[in-house]
Structures are given as structure tokens and as C-alpha cells.
């Protein structure tokens, strides 16, 4: 299952979207926060790991 991202805590720093091995966190610039392409997740949990803020949730 796609990682969950607390659009209400995450500022869109962008330290996932660095950890992610497949490229598939992107910024919503507009919304300052990470959007996951579900399609190109591979469910490794590094994300969650990289949040400095712990915004991701894996479940």
C-alpha cells in the first residue's frame, strides 16, 4: 500500500522525493507538499523514513 502523506503537516521540503529510489514523490508546488505516484510506488518505506517532520505514514 502507497504511503499516506498528512497534507496538513508535511511543508513540502522535499526530503522524500531525494530518498525516493523510483522518482515517484513529486512537490505540489501550489499546495507545498508531496504527492506520491501510486502507480510508480514500490512500497519501500524510505519516505517515511526521510520526513524530518513524520508527515508519512506507511501501514
Known amino acids: 500500500m ?8 508535511c511543508t513540502g521540503c522535499g526530503t522524500c522525493a531525494e530518498e525516493c529510489p523510483v522518482e515517484a514523490i513529486t512537490i505540489d508546488e501550489d499546495e507545498s507538499c508531496a504527492v506520491v505516484d501510486e ?3 514500490v512500497d519501500c518505506g524510505a519516505c517515511e523514513e526521510a520526513c524530518p517532520i513524520g508527515a508519512i505514514k506507511t501501514e
Open 2 to 9: 502507497p504511503p499516506k502523506i498528512n497534507k496538513e503537516e
Open 39 to 41: 502507480d510508480e510506488c
